[in-house]
């Protein structure tokens, strides 16, 4: 029906014979696969910044155009500070969002499943959860120096209260009739924690990673703001105090493309360990 | 209910009224007057700048200068640059000479200085690092010391310090902790041997028995800590605008030299002309306590001119660091027309 033309005098679609087949039509928005569309985007955007700087738009100072930007990545590449730089923020981002991990999943475990310890745990973290970690950093250097310690605590401190509330409430979601069948079939209780609750609440613990991922992100650049000599947070920082914009704009870069590394690797593992659904 | 509805009508009349008036008064008054503005501290360095604000010398020039307020000294070349602000006035940092290379800002009167006898910034050791033999400026090599960032006023003074004792910045091992309040968190958590402070900052330290003052910045290497700034299109463009601002910043600076930087036969700073009125002009401005105030107050050279040596010295500290692209010629960030 679509591939007609209406010439002519356009007739109402009542007025058309009763027998034409009826088109779908509750496709909704369906979601397609572009994998042109996103990469089109970029190759149009980025054009268009470097345009507004050739034509004299905009003043480099203000918005340095991406070949600056590629040229001051390329000479970090070339004389190795980009490596440098790049192990620094990988382990205090290893190292510090695994320990949040880890901790805030064994809290929002108990939370999940001891009525007790959520009693506890929800006001405490409701009370701790907003607080600024950049706030407390004059704190941290008392309590864990400027070395390594102080760089983990932040981003472990920013990683590990959205774990937690992550953690609890995909426990929380668990179907209950699944745990209330297994109870009544005998189940042994860790049976039921690894049979049941575990891969239940997956989906909602690893859609927290993502967050927290990004969380960990975020805060290296904070935690750098503790006497870093290397880092991409100390390397964007130092870009910033010296109106350095291109290389602010190349540190910046390498963050988001960590950040889209990390998602990626994220999907993964969803797709792995999700393999059930 | 009458009477209820009549008050409320007559104080939002009043209040119309009020606000009508207070709208009215300062346009009425500007009348006539160029407006212009600029970015400024709320330090006493940026004193001569209250000071002609509030005994209206820039008025007499046919100047409405708006005081814009800001909290660091790497936001007020960045907003000149923008436009945002006419002119700027504020200590000297790597990150206004790679402006001033892109052509964004320009120097053309001089601000405060660091003077031998004006007490601005110290060097503090700690009490571990006193007790271990850190006595004098001079042991700083091969020391651990805080700074606020790479590329501040206290990482060219760290530079001057070593150019003065033969040592270079290589020989210490600076902590960049981004601000004041993380450079005293480490240096009273022990975790470096010693930091350049504020004077404040300074006195606390050595009055709480956590550091001692090893000396000031001031005796031992002294130089052209700011200046007042504008961009070269305004040069360009608006010259008359730029002469008349700073003929009345210059008013303000004689007076505040006059007041605050004199010296009797012994060489220790006594107060000066208009000292009191002065003093509570700046208390105001940067809502300290007087007392405070007086504590921390700047040398400012009277006729405004830079100490030309320094900045290109200042050019060639930040271009061998690696901060300052190395084709910007120091002479070239300075326009020595303007103060005679």
Request: a positive charge; charged letters at 15%.
């Amino acid at each position: 029906m679509p591939d007609t033309p209406l010439t002519g005098t356009s007739l109402p679609l009542q007025d058309r014979s009763p027998s034409q087949p009826v088109r779908f039509r509750g496709g909704g928005f369906t979601v397609k696969g572009h994998r042109w569309a996103a990469l089109l985007a970029f190759v149009v955007l980025i054009a268009v910044w470097e345009s507004t700087n050739r034509f004299g738009l905009v003043s480099e100072l203000f918005l340095p155009p991406p070949s600056a930007v590629a040229s001051a990545l390329a000479a970090m590449a070339q004389d190795g500070s980009l490596w440098q730089h790049l192990k620094a923020s990988l382990m205090r981002i290893g190292v510090g969002w695994v320990m949040g991990t880890v901790a805030g999943m064994a809290v929002g475990f108990a939370m999940g499943i001891g009525s007790v310890a959520r009693a506890v745990g929800v006001p405490l973290v409701s009370a701790f959860f907003p607080i600024p970690k950049i706030a407390l950093l004059p704190l941290f250097i008392l309590w864990f120096g400027i070395g390594e310690p102080s760089k983990f605590a932040t981003i472990g401190f920013g990683v590990f209260f959205p774990t937690v509330i992550a953690t609890y409430s995909a426990i929380d979601s668990v179907p209950r009739n699944l745990i209330r069948m297994a109870q009544s079939f005998g189940l042994p209780w860790a049976s039921i924690l690894r049979k049941i609750v575990l891969p239940g609440a997956l989906p909602g613990i690893l859609a927290g990673f993502r967050i927290t991922a990004s969380i960990a992100l975020i805060l290296v650049v904070a935690a750098e703001m503790i006497g870093a000599e290397y880092g991409i947070g100390a390397f964007v920082l130092t870009a910033g105090n010296l109106m350095l914009t291109d290389q602010l704009l190349a540190g910046v870069l390498v963050l988001s493309l960590l950040g889209l590394t990390i998602g990626t690797v994220l999907s993964i593992l969803e797709r792995r360990l999700l393999k059930w659904r | 209910m009458t009477v209820v509805r009549w008050g409320r009508r007559a104080v939002l009349g009043v209040m119309g009224a009020a606000a009508l008036a207070l709208a009215g008064t300062p346009a009425a008054e500007a009348q006539g007057l160029e407006k212009t503005s600029i970015g400024v501290l709320a330090l006493a360095s940026s004193g001569p700048i209250f000071i002609a604000k509030s005994k209206g010398y820039f008025e007499k020039e046919g100047l409405d200068v708006d005081l814009k307020m800001f909290t660091s000294a790497q936001q007020v070349p960045v907003a000149v640059a923008s436009g945002d602000v006419d002119f700027g006035v504020t200590g000297l940092t790597a990150g206004f000479y790679n402006l001033a290379s892109k052509g964004a800002v320009t120097m053309i009167a001089a601000q405060s200085r660091d003077e031998p006898g004006f007490q601005l910034s110290a060097y503090v050791a700690t009490k571990a690092a006193h007790d271990a033999g850190l006595t004098k400026p001079a042991d700083l090599k091969g020391k651990r010391i805080a700074i606020t960032t790479v590329g501040s006023t206290f990482h060219y003074m760290v530079g001057l310090l070593g150019q003065k004792h033969g040592f270079t910045v290589k020989d210490v091992t600076m902590v960049a902790m981004q601000d004041v309040p993380k450079m005293v968190a480490a240096f009273k958590g022990g975790q470096v041997d010693a930091v350049i402070a504020p004077v404040t900052v300074a006195r606390q330290l050595a009055a709480e028995g956590s550091g001692t003052i090893l000396g000031w910045v001031g005796d031992e290497t002294p130089w052209q800590l700011g200046a007042l700034f504008t961009s070269p299109k305004t040069v360009a463009q608006r010259r008359p605008l730029a002469e008349k601002f700073v003929s009345a910043y210059l008013t303000g600076l004689a007076e505040y030299h006059a007041a605050f930087n004199a010296k009797d036969a012994s060489g220790a700073v006594v107060k000066g002309p208009g000292y009191d009125e002065l003093l509570a002009i700046i208390a105001e401005a940067t809502k300290q306590k007087p007392e405070v105030v007086a504590a921390g107050l700047p040398y400012v050279e009277p006729k405004g001119k830079l100490l030309v040596d320094d900045i290109v010295n200042q050019v060639k500290f930040w271009q061998s660091e690696g901060q300052v692209d190395k084709a910007l010629d120091a002479k070239s960030v300075m326009d020595l027309t303007f103060v005679k």
